[in-house]
């Protein structure tokens, strides 16, 4: 056991933990505590410019402190705040984003709100189960930090009849694979079939489970699983589809590129603001459509005060870009992933738009044709790390004056922002959504115009 302290939390940082100062001036970072909140500690580990110590006892608890309501807040890595109460929550995101753009880009930012989720709980239509050969095979989210499972019973956050899809899974098909010998993966040996199950449903009950297995060749094994699969369809009342995914590779990406439907459409299908989107087991799609559906809507009004024609880059299947479709005059939409940008051409059609077409390339090799596309609005959604350095040098190329940002990482956005005001651009608006209610992430929307052409 380490030096007992006492010390006053002054803030919480973006990953989750409470933020302090030490004795000795150091900064110390301790799971669980909240802003103003005077906590006795024991120090764990000294770092040359931090330390990282351990609650013992709250002194002077937060008044937005609560009780997290799922019993396996702190075993499972998966949410950060469920101990802060909502209004907290927003709070500490909206300072996260304002602290990024200031301190990484230095922007300065005024007033900044955090757009509350419709929904608190209940909300995520996806979660990926590790599956593992340990204990003779087990399902469950990583432990916080680790890549031991915790068993869990369930998860507030997820939308009921996904969790359902979860519990049903571990209690119905489990056993019989294990009956049946089916191997589970070692990460280890990197031996095993199944690796993980991701079940993806849609807010009117859809669902869509697949199974990432190491080989599409492992006939029997195949053969067991989907049977075992098979009879839980039998007892869901719901549009459901079975996917095989194929992902032989070592380390932490949870899938291939290989994908065959075992039964089913293959798709799940979701209405965002009156268009029918459809997407495959495989895709990106925004895991809190009650949220994102708002953030699409205020994107698009911002495109809409510019209008014409816009491109947009990693356009996924297309959720924003049917919408942008009715605030711009033509939109040119980029998108790496394959099976994704099939969906986004289909989708486009299914919903009677004619004005967009679609690139399957990465955006960075798709410079050329974006300057070239001549836009007034250049709209991007990259993944967490941001935009390559050569997508933000065409977006000053281009003849855009907009550019309009959303991002779901505040410090590469503020990194790309810290860019482009570089190069002749100023930030015009910023405000967060908070698509991901009891958790740190936060997904913010920013616009930037052109204030000089180099
Ligand atoms: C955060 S998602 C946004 C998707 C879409 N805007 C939506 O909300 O549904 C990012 C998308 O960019 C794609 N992507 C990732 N890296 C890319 C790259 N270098 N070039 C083009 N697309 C990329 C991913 O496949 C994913 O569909």
């Known amino acids: 056991m380490g030096k007992e302290i006492t010390l006053t939390v002054r803030d919480v940082n973006s990953r989750g933990q409470g933020v302090a100062v030490g004795e000795d001036g150091k900064v110390v970072f301790l799971d669980g505590g909240l802003p103003s909140e005077v906590v ?61 753009m200031e301190r990484i880009g230095r922007m300065r930012v005024d007033r900044l709100v955090c757009h509350p989720s419709p929904m608190q709980w209940g909300y995520r239509n996806k979660a990926s189960f590790p599956v593992r050969s340990e204990n003779g095979g087990e399902i469950g989210f990583f432990r916080s930090g680790s890549h031991k499972l915790a068993p869990i019973d369930g ?10 899809l979860y519990v049903d899974f571990r209690d119905t098909v489990m056993p019989e ?18 690796r993980h199950m991701v079940f993806r449903g849609n807010r009117e009950g859809s669902l869509l489970a697949l ?27 719901t549009s459901f589809s079975g996917v095989w995914n194929e992902n032989s590779s070592r380390g932490n990406r949870i899938l291939g590129e290989r994908s065959s439907t075992i039964w089913g459409d293959g798709v799940i299908t979701e209405k965002i603001s009156n268009y029918d989107l459809s997407y495959d087991g495989t895709a990106f799609f925004q895991v809190n459509p009650f949220q994102a559906e708002r953030l699409f809507l205020r994107a698009s009004s911002i495109v809409a005060e510019r209008g ?22 033509t939109v040119l939409a980029v998108e790496e992933w394959a099976p994704a940008i099939e969906r ?5 059609s299914r919903n009677g738009l004619d004005n967009v077409k679609g690139i399957c390339n990465r955006a960075e090799d798709t410079v050329r044709t974006m300057v070239e596309a001549k836009p007034d609005v250049i709209v991007v959604d990259p993944p967490r790390g941001g935009c390559a350095s050569e997508v933000l040098d065409a977006v000053t190329e281009s003849s855009a004056d907009m550019l309009v940002y959303v991002s779901c990482n505040p410090s590469t956005l503020a990194r790309d922002g810290a860019k482009l005001v570089s190069d002749g651009w100023e930030l015009a608006t910023l405000e967060c959504f908070d698509l991901f209610p009891q958790t740190v992430h936060v997904e913010t929307l920013a616009s930037f115009k052109r204030t000089a052409r180099g």
């Not at 998860?155 to 359902?164: F, G, I, N, S």
């Not at 014409?308 to 711009?328: M, R, S």
Request: net charge positive; glycine share 6%; with cysteine.
């Open 211 to 237: 199974a990432v297995v190491t080989s599409l060749r492992d006939c029997r094994g195949k053969e067991l699983l989907e049977r075992s699969l098979a009879r839980l369809k039998e007892t869901t009342q």
């Open 308 to 329: 014409g024609a816009v491109v947009e880059l990693y356009a996924g299947v297309g959720a924003l870009t049917v919408i942008l479709a009715k605030a711009a005059k």
């Open 40 to 100: 006795r500690v024991s120090l764990e580990t000294d770092k040359k410019n931090y330390s990282t110590a351990k609650i013992l006892d709250i002194e002077v608890p937060s008044e937005h402190r609560i009780t997290p309501r799922c019993p396996w807040y702190g075993l499972c890595g998966g949410c950060q705040l469920q101990h802060g109460s909502y209004d907290l929550q927003l709070e500490i995101k909206a300072k996260s984003v304002r602290d990024a």
């Open 155 to 164: 998860c507030p956050v997820l939308m009921p009849h996904v969790e359902k």
């Open 344 to 348: 986004l051409l289909e989708n486009v």
């Open 177 to 194: 694979l294990k009956r049946n010998g089916v191997p589970f993966y070692d990460e280890r040996r990197h031996k095993g079939l199944l």
